[in-house]
């Protein structure tokens, strides 16, 4: 809801914006000339510079994506060789109190 209260607020100011700003300016590109009110030079540099914001707002997100992606894997990784390290740990120190039994069984007899 407020951002709906912060939207039409812009809206208008954009239209009185607009409604003081209708001076033509020509605009010049190469050979091809261009007349169009100021407000829309204005709005239309604004957009652009949203666009372009937007866009390495999307690319600094997927390089952090990527990032911790990476060392999402490097956990789990590192998770499966702490539990192949646990099961080995278990297996020696079965081997072990096996070891002591017999020894403890040769030394009484």
């Known amino acids: 809801m407020l951002a709906v209260i912060f939207t039409i607020i812009f ?3 954009v239209a009185f914006f607009s ?3 209708t001076t033509s300016v020509v605009i010049q590109i190469s050979q091809y000339s261009v007349s169009v009110p100021l407000y829309l030079v204005v709005l239309l540099s604004l957009l652009v510079g949203f666009i372009f914001a937007w ?3 999307l690319m ?3 390089a ?3 990032a911790l992606r990476g060392k999402d ?3 789990k ?3 499966k060789t702490n539990a192949e390290l646990a099961n080995k740990v278990r297996d020696l120190e079965i081997e072990k109190t096996k070891l002591e ?8 007899e």
């Open 60 to 62: 600094n997100a997927f």
């Open 73 to 75: 894997n490097a956990i």
């Open 64 to 66: 952090s994506l990527f």
């Open 77 to 79: 990784k590192e998770k």
């Open 11 to 13: 809206a208008i100011l």
């Open 55 to 57: 866009i390495l707002h």
């Open 101 to 108: 039994t017999e020894k403890k069984s040769q030394s009484s």
């Open 19 to 21: 409604t003081q700003n």
